[in-house]
């Protein structure tokens, strides 16, 4: 119920709402629904695309495209269409996290099932994930993460190296095609856990090594035997890239004062804070009652407890690793460097990484301690005087306060237009064979056109388009976000930004002509848009009059692109 509730304003309009935060992701992972229903019904490979920024296409493997998610659900897009695709799973995901992690609590760490409960509810539906829950649903699609940590715990159980090393592959080769980044961070807090656990119990670590590395190496071998193709084609692929330009990833480091402060998306948060703070990301959010929880349980059963210890140490590692490399407060950047202004920009692996995500490993471990909150307060010794029962009611109330905060609201959304019926009627077909490509005004990138990015995906990918939303390499091979800019998609976002068309000289009109032919053209189509009397100028000035067919401006430009 709490996913259909976070979820609430899209399914108020699921048709014509998109997230009012990040929509320029929303329409992407619209587009990544439609692109695996069109890879199965076409049986094409779906590690690739052809069907935005055409004709070069996009590595999709080399983009966030949740392929694990997209390809399965394919009937449900044909059926239902990916607007209401994209909101089922999205709650979806987040119901489903949280349900693993409560079995993961409640089979082998605590005993209370409220306890199990509270902590899990925290894991699925924490501040940091319900911001991601803006756009990104493959940053809520933690669901395989706690069975993935449980394994790895188990891979040490003597005799059962091998069937626990095959459960572990297949595992994280699945989380491969749901998010690369997250199994990265998973594995790098599991490396802590287990190092942690080998030091604080060196006679156990001992005794099962060698079980522990032979499942390892089967479950490693495993994974990559399943996933070393679509590695490969991720990094050395058509329209591969390496590292995104200039590194601009490394810079987003999580604000110290963030983990104080109230999420914009929770009963307690101030939308205004996040213009000083949250400019990046809001990984962590915990709010200062679940921060001093955090501490006073860490204080209360560090002793007793190698379970809050290890999370303690999670804690700190990965909250100073989260800090990017200059340290902020309260929105001012110190002069203190962080951990990650010794890192390079080119490092494998993390090259892509944004350090402010390391704080979402910090939410595992603080769910953890809120179990273990609650289940020290169940199992507490305390007698059976009467002040005994209010000291534990105390106790849960302490929990309950720390929590209440943050309890999300429903994800904030704004209307969007539905595509011109050009579109959605397929009167398009009559202009556009299979070979040729629609041109929408503007063209799609990662700024301008988003809304025609949509047309794309709402029609389910049976028209190709140029430009788009995605990263791609440039000349040099370095990542960057969308196409490669040609003059003519210049002019379009330059006038735009300008709200003054420009003199066109005989050059342009060239230049977009010889656009068209790259882009192998059969029309230009413009339907309503904000800045449609402006953009129709422009292209009048390029290509000559247009046509008005249904609702949109066309420009035939068969003959001329030939």
Not at 112 to 119: H, K
Not at 312 to 325: C, D, E, M, N, R
Not at 443 to 458: E, F, I, M
């Amino acid at each position: 119920m709490l996913g259909v509730f976070v979820c609430l304003e899209h399914w108020l309009d699921v048709s014509n709402r998109i997230s009012s935060h990040l929509p320029s992701d929303h329409s992407w992972f619209e587009w990544l629904f439609s692109h695996g229903a069109y890879s199965v019904r076409h049986l094409e490979n779906p590690l690739f695309s052809t069907q935005q920024n055409a004709p070069d296409g996009v590595n999709m493997m080399a983009n966030t495209s949740i392929l694990g998610v997209t390809l399965p659900l394919a009937p449900v897009t044909w059926l239902l269409g990916p607007q209401v695709t994209y909101v089922l799973y999205l709650g979806g995901a987040l119901a489903a996290t949280a349900a693993t992690s409560y079995w993961m609590l409640s089979r082998y760490l605590v005993s209370s099932r409220a306890a199990a409960f509270a902590g899990g509810a925290f894991l699925g539906f924490a501040p940091g994930v319900i911001h991601h829950a803006n756009g990104q649903p493959n940053f809520v699609s933690h669901f395989l993460l706690p069975i993935i940590v449980v394994r790895v715990l188990r891979l040490g159980e003597p005799g059962r190296w091998l069937r626990n090393g095959i459960v572990l592959g297949l595992l994280v080769a699945y989380q491969i095609f749901i998010n690369e980044e997250m199994l990265l961070l998973t594995a790098l807090a599991c490396l802590v856990v287990v190092v942690g656990y080998a030091i604080a119990r060196r006679e156990q670590a001992r005794a099962k090594w060698r079980s522990f590395v032979s499942a390892l190496g089967v479950g490693g071998g495993l994974a990559l035997l399943l996933t070393a193709y679509p590695i490969w084609y991720q990094f050395n692929g058509p329209q591969s890239s390496r590292g995104l330009q200039d590194g601009v990833f490394h810079s987003w480091g999580e604000d110290l004062a963030a983990y104080v402060t109230f999420s914009r998306d929770t009963i307690a948060g101030n939308a205004a804070v996040e213009q000083t703070i949250g400019l990046t990301e809001q990984n962590s959010w915990f709010g200062w009652p679940l921060v001093a929880l955090a501490v006073l349980t860490l204080a209360l059963l560090w002793r007793r407890s190698g379970a809050a210890r290890i999370a303690g140490v999670v804690i700190a590692v990965f909250t100073i690793a989260s800090l990017g490399p200059r340290i902020r407060f309260n929105g001012t950047e110190t002069e203190l460097y962080g951990p990650w202004h010794f890192i390079s920009d080119e490092l494998p692996l993390v090259e892509m990484m944004m350090p402010t995500r390391l704080a979402l490993v910090v939410t595992a471990a603080v769910g953890v301690l809120i179990a273990l909150a609650w289940e020290s307060v169940a199992r507490a010794d305390l007698g059976t005087a009467p002040s005994a029962a209010v000291a534990r009611k105390f106790g849960y109330a302490a929990v309950a306060l720390a929590l209440l905060p943050l309890f999300p609201t429903p994800l904030p959304t704004r209307h969007v237009e539905s595509p011109p019926a050009f579109i959605t009627s397929g009167a398009w077909r009559e202009y556009v064979d299979a070979d040729r490509t629609l041109v929408p005004v503007p063209v799609p990138s990662n700024v301008h056109g988003l809304a025609t990015l949509r047309w794309s995906a709402l029609t389910q990918h049976e028209f190709a388009v140029p430009g788009g939303y995605f990263i791609g390499p440039n000349a040099a091979g370095d990542g960057i976000f969308g196409a490669p800019p040609r003059p003519t998609t210049m002019l379009m976002y330059q006038t735009m930004s300008a709200a003054e068309v420009p003199q066109i000289d005989a050059e342009q009109r060239r230049q977009a002509l010889e656009d068209l032919r790259f882009w192998n053209a059969a029309v230009v189509v413009l339907g309503a848009h904000e800045q449609d009397e402006l953009l129709l100028e422009l292209m009048t000035e390029l290509l000559g009059p247009a046509v008005r067919v249904d609702d949109v401006w066309l420009w035939d430009v068969r003959q001329q692109v030939g």
